[in-house]
Structure formats: C-alpha cells, structure tokens
Nanobody, 113 residues
Framework: VQLVESGGALVQPGGSLRLSCAAS????????VSWFRQGPGKKRELVAS????????YYADSVKGRFTISRDNVKNTIYLQMNTLQPADTAMYSC???????WGPGTQVTVSS
C-alpha cells in the first residue's frame, strides 16, 4: 500500500505543471485524497482534496481558480493541475489518504525565473 508522487519540476512564474499521485495496493477512489505542500520555512498547508463522490472538492483560498484536483480511477491516480504558478507556490508537494494515515514521499515544485 503506497502513494508515489511525480511531476514536480522547476518552472517559470506563470507556468503550469501537473502533479500525479499514483496509488497502489488499494483502490484510491474509495477514499478522500488530499494534496499538501510545505514551502521553505513554512508550515504544511492543505492545498486541495477530492472526496469519493464526483465533484466533491476542496481548495485552499491561495490556489482557488488556479489549481484543479482530479482522479483517474482506471489508473488509480490523483492529479493536481497547477496553472499560473507563482514563486509562493514553491514547495514540496505530497499526497495523502488521511483515513489510512498514508503519505507519499513528495515531489518538489520550484517556481523561479
């Protein structure tokens, strides 16, 4: 049972990235999955969540309108589409299944010119 994130990179301000959270050993569609991030010198922050019901999503105010969380249940993967990235979005991004206390190792996103 594990989560593995990918897709992090160095990107210029205004750019886009899509992060992936690949689940294995369990059916992720049966659980709420969340993306958290922790920037340098900052507390860990809940970025977005997707519930088990279609359309049931949550976004932090800081990313609302720019980030989109989605699922591909066939691939057992959860995505975080990030648009109009800003330097303040620089962080280690991790996905988690809170009810399983399960975390991935994270993927680094750096927004810089």
């Amino acid at each position: 049972v594990q989560l593995v994130e990918s897709g992090g990179a160095l990107v210029q301000p205004g750019g886009s990235l899509r992060l992936s959270c690949a689940a294995s050993g369990f059916t992720s569609s049966q659980y709420t999955v969340s993306w958290f991030r922790q920037g340098p010198g900052k507390k860990r922050e809940l970025v977005a969540s997707v519930g088990t019901e279609s359309g049931d999503t949550y976004y932090a105010d800081s990313v609302k309108g720019r980030f989109t969380i989605s699922r591909d249940n066939v691939k057992n993967t959860i995505y975080l589409q990030m648009n109009t990235l800003q330097p303040a979005d620089t962080a280690m991004y991790s996905c988690t299944v809170p009810t399983l206390t399960l975390w991935g190792p994270g993927t680094q996103v750096t927004v810089s010119s």
